[in-house]
């Protein structure tokens, strides 16, 4: 896995997994899968996940959360797929519902198979302000959640 890089107002994450780029997308747009990975004990978990995945196609994620000291705290994420081209391109915009100043941003995840492994490079644009890079650094966390759930 290699560190977070990060422009003015983009934040990408790159690793490699040790599986087809088709597995891969399933991981990426099934809800049934997502469930299983999206989540990091103590602190977060998927609880619910809707995808139509197609270009113009709605998704929504509802995410429970703890920080610790907090009281749990429910996160809803939802966009629309922009690009959708199976197993090696995924996009969509990504808006945090309970951030009345969080702007519709844009994630892309590139699939790259090379052999039995896939090159994957997840970019999250659109963040115009050290607040929601900050908000939104958790991407080094989530490809290795992805790993994890593909690899075992």
Known sequence: MTPPASANDT???EITIHAPAARIF????????????WRM??????????CDVRSGGKWTMRVMGQSPGEEQ???IVHGVYRTVVPP?????????????DH???IVRWELQQYGKETRVRVTHSGLTTP??????????????????YIEE
Do not use: C, M
Request: proline fraction near 3%.
């Open 11 to 13: 934040i990408v994450q």
């Open 26 to 37: 399933d991981a990426l747009t099934d809800p049934d899968q997502l469930l299983l990975w």
């Open 41 to 50: 004990e103590d602190q977060f978990k998927l609880v619910r996940a809707l």
């Open 73 to 75: 705290r429910e996160s």
């Open 88 to 100: 090696h391109l995924l996009e969509y915009t990504w808006i945090r519902e309970e951030e009345q």
């Open 103 to 105: 702007p519709e941003t």
């Open 131 to 148: 607040r929601l890079r900050e908000r939104n650094s958790g991407w080094i966390f989530i490809v290795q959640l992805l790993k994890e």
